[in-house]
């Protein structure tokens, strides 16, 4: 069975930093992309990165391009995203999603992504 969990989310200053953790189990990282969004109360979900186990690429969103950073272990099955910098506007609900994917790049938007984690909040705040 296919499962994604996030962790890593919590309280940080402005300026701070977190670091985000989405592990895989049921299947590999392997020909799967893998995306982050983020939904704030009363506003969509929004694509904040994406990575492509295919070819590597990744994208990021312009709120976030230079402060976040996506990464992979394959050896843990797990997607991380280093968030620096934060601002108050990067408060918000993050969610992890996979994909296959074989195709370069990787879908930036959550409609393609059928495997969803449960989320964890990230809140920035002084």
């Known amino acids: 069975q296919l499962q994604l969990v996030e962790s890593g989310g919590g309280l940080v200053q402005p300026g701070g930093s977190l670091r985000l953790s989405c592990a895989a189990s049921?299947?590999?990282?392997?020909?799967?992309?893998i995306g982050w969004f983020r939904q704030a109360p009363g506003k969509e979900r929004e694509g904040v990165s994406c990575?492509?186990?295919?070819?590597?690429?990744?994208y990021y969103a312009d709120s976030v391009k230079g402060r976040f950073t996506i990464s992979t272990d394959n050896a843990k099955n797990t997607v991380y995203l280093q968030m620096n910098s934060l601002k108050l506007e990067d408060t918000a609900v993050y969610y992890c999603?996979?994909?296959?994917?074989?195709?370069?790049?990787?879908?930036?938007?959550?409609?393609?992504?059928?495997?969803w984690g449960q989320g964890t909040q990230v809140t920035v705040s002084s």
């Open positions: 999603a996979a994909q296959v994917w074989f195709v370069s790049g990787c879908p930036r938007t959550p409609r393609p992504y059928g495997n």
């Open positions: 049921g299947f590999t990282l392997d020909y799967y992309a």
């Open positions: 990575i492509s186990s295919s070819d590597g690429s990744t």
